[in-house]
């Protein structure tokens, strides 16, 4: 793989730390982080050098990534949306699929893309959807609620699926894109929750809204996939997973330190050499030590188009399960080693705490990821329903 030069420079990197705090008790957007990240050429990361961006695979924006979340875990994760949609259409393009040309000459010239997949009641993102998508003359027409929009404040583009049920061959799940200028939509402003804060993911209420056929990115049979839903996916949890390898390794650089200048009356030298705190060190660095390994593995064998078949799907969704739930297993024993220093609002392992818990709500959910994982060990489809009695 080539060489790259990471744009993430230790000046950038600490101003994003130094926000962090606050971003997370004012519940406010990273502005300064993301007109710095803009400014450096970070959000071109994997467009290819052919047209603007630094031509990173996904292993490489998986390691930047990775970098960033040590510092600032909601300002990566936000960032991981529009990330991915470069990374999708790159992958297409590098592939002899230029579809999403486009998407990447107007990245390169400054445009943000979010996402728009996690809907209420809809726990197969992707695969259906809740929004309705009509056909018309020139386009399609979608009304649905869309949820978790990361990059409220900043989008200038939505990715987003609806489905059609109204084919004759059946129902269709339906990919386009949103230019902000488009009329029909609201912004509901819902954000404020427990953790990652930052990333201001607000409702986005789709009501009639017409997206010509030159935004329509992808149509598949609903319940089924190609190489663009593939490639979200991959990109995508992959990003999410190595966020949280991210926040796994700050939250042991921040405890390590406590443990090892901590006293006890009844010990005469620190806790660090009461067995018991050992033991939950053990088990956040066993816990650790196999998520990057794991996560570089999946995204360098991507990058490399390995050919897993139908394999592909199990391996992506649980590398992110592995890397969100050893994260949380991390940052919760972080907890309990720090004596309590964690519980006060203000300390960043209390934040890191909040921000490891939301990994989990990610999609994909461990319900499906069992799922999937389960059905592709058996050799059975995964468009195949349970069945009851």
């Not at 004759?168 to 804060?197: C, L, N, Q, S």
């Not at 009501?207 to 995508?236: C, H, M, N, R, T």
């Not at 999609?363 to 999937?372: F, G, Q, R, Y």
Request: aromatic residues 10%; glycine residues 10%; charged residues 20%.
């Amino acid at each position: 793989m080539a060489e790259y030069k990471s744009v993430l420079n230790d000046e950038l990197l600490k101003g994003c730390a130094e926000r962090s705090a606050t971003y997370d008790s004012e519940n406010s957007f990273f502005f300064e982080d993301f007109e710095q990240l803009k400014k450096a050429g970070y959000l071109t990361g994997p467009i290819p050098t052919e047209f603007g961006g630094a031509g990173l695979n996904l292993l490489q924006s998986c390691q930047e990534q990775r970098k960033l979340a040590y510092h600032a875990p909601a300002t990566a994760l936000a960032l991981n949306m529009h990330l991915y949609w470069l990374g999708v259409a790159a992958d297409l393009w590098r592939g002899g699929d230029t579809s999403l040309e486009w998407l990447l000459k107007e990245g390169a010239e400054g445009e943000i893309f979010a996402a728009g997949h996690s809907e209420r009641g809809n726990d197969l993102p992707l695969f259906l959807s809740t929004t309705k998508a009509t056909k018309v003359d020139g386009g399609f027409r979608f009304t649905g609620h869309k949820m978790f929009g990361s990059l409220t404040p900043v989008w200038t583009q939505m990715g987003f699926h609806g489905m059609d049920t109204d084919h004759p061959d059946g129902p269709r799940i339906i990919h386009a894109f949103m230019p902000r200028g488009t009329e029909g939509y609201e912004i509901k402003e819902t954000w404020d929750v427990m953790g990652m804060r930052a990333t201001r993911s607000d409702d986005t209420i789709l009501e009639d809204v017409f997206i010509p056929d030159k935004y329509i990115a992808d149509i598949v049979p609903a319940g089924q996939g190609d190489p663009f839903v593939l490639s979200i996916f991959a990109w995508a949890l992959c990003g999410f997973g190595t966020v949280y390898c991210g926040v796994a390794k700050r939250a042991i650089d921040l405890v390590l330190p406590i443990v090892q200048g901590k006293s006890s009356l009844g010990l005469t030298r620190p806790m660090s050499f009461h067995p018991e705190v050992q033991h939950s060190v053990a088990t956040m660095m066993l816990a650790y030590e196999t998520m990057n390994p794991v996560l570089e593995r999946t995204a360098s064998d991507w990058a490399a188009g390995v050919d897993f078949g139908h394999d592909w799907p199990a391996k992506i969704v649980g590398t992110k399960y592995h890397c969100v739930e050893s994260c949380w297993k991390v940052v919760d024993t972080a907890m309990d080693v720090s004596g309590g220093n964690g519980m006060f609002r203000g300390n960043e392992l209390e934040r890191l705490f909040r921000d490891a818990r939301c990994g989990r709500f990610h999609p994909a959910t461990s319900n499906l990821v069992h799922e999937i994982v389960g059905k592709t060990a058996l050799g059975i489809d995964l468009s195949e329903q349970p069945r009851w009695g």
